[in-house]
């Protein structure tokens, strides 16, 4: 099926995050017809962020919400069109890409992909109302809210003891709630972990429930090995058990590393001619707003090549 001309765009973006919406930003400025589609809200991840300490040109901070609002605003100021809907397949024609959602087909030559991947939860009570409020997944964002008290990290991998490691210099203390009894962290990460003095380990322990008024007060604690369970004093819990990106409708058609992220080069061309990816969905990205950005205004810039080289 074609769809009807209306439809056809130059540049379709999948993720209106930083990415998405910086990749936009550049492509609606280099003239290019394009359309950015949203499942959610526009802002992306961000918008969860309370505040916003580490995007450039803030030097006061900003509060995510608007943050993601500014970002829409600056990027819709050049013809950028959005179009609130879920993409659920996509389809390689000749030289066009189709992308199916909810509200029909359409086409573009070039597709940027910025669908971003976020942390994978832990299910448990107490973690959805208190996010925000103690409970966050993501330590270089929020450990600057947690000076001198007591915290929680989540996890026994690179990214966990990463996180635990950052968050040591700002916490009273940090305690490491691990499900084995020994780390899937590198050797390295492990060492620095058990030779700080403010890192602490609950082995063979998962969080059974958050608990708190206003924010969070501390966790319930259980050993999965003898069923026994402890309440731990923390103000914060960082949860960090791995990532979730929603690359589905992508498998077969571009290269995913084992999780489902996008994997990309250095000018985020995703070895299929004319689909590029960006920000938090690509293998390895940093995670970060301005990473995100960057990885969008690289994306926008090697797709406008790629339409003008065709
Ligand atoms: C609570 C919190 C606090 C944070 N604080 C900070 C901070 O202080 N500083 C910092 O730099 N970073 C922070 N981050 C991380 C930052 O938000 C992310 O790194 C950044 O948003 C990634 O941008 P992105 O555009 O790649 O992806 P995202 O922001 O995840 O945006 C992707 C968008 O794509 C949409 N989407 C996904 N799949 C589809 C689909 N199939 N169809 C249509 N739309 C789709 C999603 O709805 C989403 O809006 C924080 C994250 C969280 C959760």
Known sequence: MTPDEDNVYEVIIIGGGPA??????????????????????????IVNAEQV???????????????????????????LETLYTEVC??????DRKLVRTAEGDFTARALIIAGGSSRQELGVSGEKEFIGKGVSYCATCDAAFF??????????????????LHLAKFASGVTVIHRRDQLRASRILQ????????IDFRWDSVIERIEGKDFVEGAVVRNV???????????????????????????????????????????METGISGILAAGDIRHNSARQAITAAGDGATAAIYAEKYLTEQ
Not at 24 to 34: N, V
Not at 148 to 153: N, S
């Open 191 to 198: 060492e620095r972990a058990f030779a700080e003095p403010l």
């Open 147 to 164: 000076r001198e008290q007591p915290v929680a990290v989540v996890g026994g991998g690179d990214a966990a003891i990463t996180e635990a």
């Open 20 to 45: 998405g919406l910086t990749a936009g930003l550049y492509t609606s400025r280099a003239r290019l017809r394009s359309l950015l589609m949203e499942k959610a809200l526009v802002g992306g991840q």
């Open 225 to 267: 090995k003898t069923g026994a369970q402890s309440m731990l004093g923390v103000t914060g819990v960082f949860v960090s058990i791995g990532f979730r990106p929603d690359t589905d409708y992508l498998k077969g058609i571009l290269p995913l590393d084992d999780i489902g992220h996008i994997i990309t080069n250095e000018k």
């Open 53 to 79: 300490e580490n995007f450039p040109g803030f030097p006061d901070g900003v509060s995510g919400s608007e943050l993601g609002e500014l970002l829409h605003r600056q990027a819709t100021r050049f013809g």
């Open 89 to 94: 397949g996509l389809e390689l024609q000749e």
